[in-house]
């Protein structure tokens, strides 16, 4: 394997750090931990309408069977009108990252 060296200095402004992209991911997840959305914060971390949610992704069966808290899962749907919606942060940004494909394709 060939290596160079080179010997430069680049200066990083003070109100900047660097870190690695592992690092970067942990602080990202860690900012979500403990958190719980509600219907309100899922609109506004998915940039879609609360009926779109609901037809797309919290009342399909292939997904409701493992967001349900009922099942296991880390969603609370609303037992009666009026009853609000909870979301554990961390694992349904997960869920979201990692389905986007099912979420979006064509059924």
């Not at 900047?16 to 990202?28: G, N, P, R, T, Y």
């Not at 959305?37 to 949610?53: A, I």
Request: glycine fraction near 6%.
């Amino acid at each position: 394997m060939q290596q160079l060296s080179v010997c430069l200095t680049i200066p990083i402004p003070e109100d900047s750090v660097l870190i690695s992209k592992v690092e970067l991911e942990q602080l990202k997840q860690s900012e979500l931990h403990g958190v719980y959305w509600n219907m309100k914060d899922l609109e506004q971390r998915t940039g879609r309408k609360q009926g779109w949610l609901k037809e797309n992704v919290l009342y399909p069966s292939k997904f409701r069977k493992t967001l349900d808290v009922e099942s296991g899962g880390f969603v609370s749907y609303p037992q009666a009108s009026g009853q609000p919606w909870v979301f554990q942060a961390t694992k349904m940004a997960n869920f979201l990252d990692e389905n986007f494909h099912r979420i979006f394709k064509e059924n």
